[in-house]
């Protein structure tokens, strides 16, 4: 492949999906980045939403999963956390739109008069703000993959596909390349493989205007040749850009299985790309650890979203990742907070040898929580609360060490008359350098603190022996925080403060001493773990759990 002659500009990769939703096109984008990484490239994404929600910060977790925070405080889709665990990129809020958004910013344009009283469309208003977005990208890296949400034929997502389509012509063909994933099923009574479904499929992207330039067909089993030929002359592309996307038991393998079926090669001919070879051992050495684990513990996560676990995408992937920094398995056992309302905590947690109370919104299963913390902390099983888990914790030590009965949350009981944990209705923003003012009737984004923040650890705990430094980074999403009025209190009944704000105003990380690992964080530490670079709380975590089996 020739060297290209311009290296400043960015070459853009457009992937769809078509059958239906959940095919793994988020997965499919993340691991494509680290195909291009891994030949030393450099690589961003972007995910387009079609959804009418300006972010998915208001939504349901049951309707959309897991909301996941950038640096920069966006609330953005689960796909992100692909996109960062599997590369070298940073996700911020250039790096997700959703049809909100884009609305939002065409019609506060037309308010304010900036169309001079044109009529305002779909095309080409919506679409040129679309590619706007898209553009911003260019020149910041070698690669921009781009992911459109939803499914081929979905007419909320119209606006978006015309956009990438328009893109093509504005680009030109070496800066611009279109794949689409697809379903090619099983039908396991007739033994066979069927590839009408891509057909359709590929019909209704090129009625949109697109022909795609790679194929990447998932299934439960490898294709053949004979169906790769077939599948490549009824959807008019070549025979070794049909990828097949096998099926695997572990999301890790997947970079290794497209980059077995060539599909890195073919990107970088089609993109006319020279590179050197790819260096995908890193990944090959991952995947052999996850396989040959030497241990085995179980996690109990006791959380209100237990029948939907893509609520807790990057917490399940963290606490695998701290499985791999001690070489074991993670067994995770999801139980849900309203059944510990009503049964006996040993009964459901007594074959568990670390508790997680992750994060979440809303009073329901509350006391559940609580009752699986004050097990924990009595029989001293490694603890590990996040956000709210980290609130739920400072409760329970309230109500049953700190002797402060009635102690609760203002979130979820607005009349406690002791809000060890309340609404802080001023706080400095450091991000922006400025004072931040909030109270019960700002707007329901308005009210919550995101994205990084720095926290000042103590000597000597469970927190400053995990990160070996004094100062850290980490992302936040919740608007409650911990009463400084009960500190002192707390503080004398043996509550150990970890972590604070740089003026000692927030706490950030609490902790019992006396224990064998008891910790729970404000913050997200989820956010920021990767599967070659596990955070070091969920590496402990996974640590003190190992010394704890028993």
């Known amino acids: 492949m020739k060297k290209p002659n311009n290296t400043k500009r960015t070459k853009f990769i457009f992937i769809t999906g ?33 959804y009418i929600n300006v972010d998915p910060g208001t939504m349901n977790p049951f309707q959309h999963g897991e909301v996941y925070v950038t640096d920069d405080g966006a609330e953005t889709d689960l796909d992100m956390g692909h996109y960062e665990r599997y590369t070298n990129a940073v996700m911020a809020q250039k790096n997700n739109y959703t049809s909100g958004r884009i ?79 697809t379903l090619v099923p099983y039908i396991k009574t007739a033994g066979e493989v069927k590839t009408k479904p891509t057909q359709h499929s590929v019909k209704e992207l090129r009625a949109d205007g697109i022909q795609p330039d790679i194929l990447v067909c998932r299934t439960e089993v490898p294709l053949s040749d004979d169906l790769k030929s077939k599948i490549a002359l009824f959807c008019n592309v070549p025979k070794d850009a049909v990828i097949t996307a096998v099926d695997v038991d572990n999301i890790y393998k997947v970079p290794l299985h497209l980059h077995a079926e060539g599909l890195d090669s073919k990107i970088l001919e089609l993109l006319n790309v020279w590179t050197g070879q790819p260096n995908i051992t890193p990944w090959e050495k991952l995947v052999k650890n996850l396989q040959n684990p030497k241990h085995e513990v179980k996690i109990a996560i006791t959380g209100k979203y237990v029948d939907l676990t893509e609520s807790y995408k990057s917490l399940h992937e963290a606490l695998v990742h701290g499985g791999i920094a001690n070489h074991a398995k993670v067994s995770l056992k999801y139980i849900s907070a309203e059944d510990l309302e009503s049964r006996d905590p040993s009964e459901l947690l007594g074959d568990c040898d670390g508790i997680l109370v992750p994060g979440g919104f809303g009073k329901r299963g509350a006391e559940g929580k609580i009752r699986a913390i004050t097990y924990a902390r009595e029989e001293k099983i490694p603890f590990f609360g996040i956000c709210l888990g980290m609130q739920l914790a400072v409760v329970e030590y309230s109500r049953y060490v700190a002797n402060i009965p009635e102690a609760h949350s203002s979130e979820l009981n607005l009349t406690t008359p002791e809000p060890v944990i309340y609404l802080c209705k001023e706080w400095y923003d450091y991000r922006n350098e400025k004072i931040q003012v909030r109270d019960e009737s700002s707007e329901m984004g308005g009210t919550l603190r995101l994205g990084a923040y720095p926290c000042v650890l103590k000597e000597g705990t469970f927190a400053m022996k995990a990160y070996s430094q004094d100062e850290i980074s980490e992302r936040h999403r919740h608007r409650y925080e911990f009463n400084n009025d009960y500190r002192q209190q707390l503080e004398d009944a043996g509550l150990l403060i970890s972590g604070t704000s740089p003026d000692n105003n927030l706490v950030e990380i609490v902790e019992i001493a006396d224990h064998p690992w ?12 990767k599967p070659m670079n596990p955070h070091p709380l969920f590496r402990d975590f996974i640590k003190a759990a190992l010394n704890n089996k028993k």
């Not at 059958?19 to 972007?46: N, P, W």
């Not at 065409?106 to 706007?132: F, N, S």
């Not at 008891?518 to 773990?529: A, D, I, T, V, W």
């Open 18 to 50: 078509g059958v239906l939703s959940s095919l793994g096109k988020g997965l499919a984008a993340a691991s494509i980045g680290a195909l291009m990484e891994s030949r030393g490239l450099t690589v961003t994404f972007q995910k387009l939403d079609p």
């Open 103 to 181: 609305y939002y910013s065409v019609i506060t344009k037309e308010r304010k008069g900036e169309y001079l009283g044109g009529t305002v469309q779909v095309i080409p208003h919506i679409t040129d703000e679309i590619k706007a977005a898209v553009l911003q990208l260019d020149g910041s890296v070698d690669i921009a993959i781009i992911e459109i949400g939803g499914t081929i034929g979905d007419i909320e997502g119209l606006p978006f596909v015309e956009a990438i389509r328009q893109l093509r012509s504005d680009l030109g063909r070496e800066y611009s390349l279109f794949i689409h994933l």
């Open 518 to 529: 008891f910790l729970g964080c404000q913050f997200h530490p989820e956010f920021k773990s």
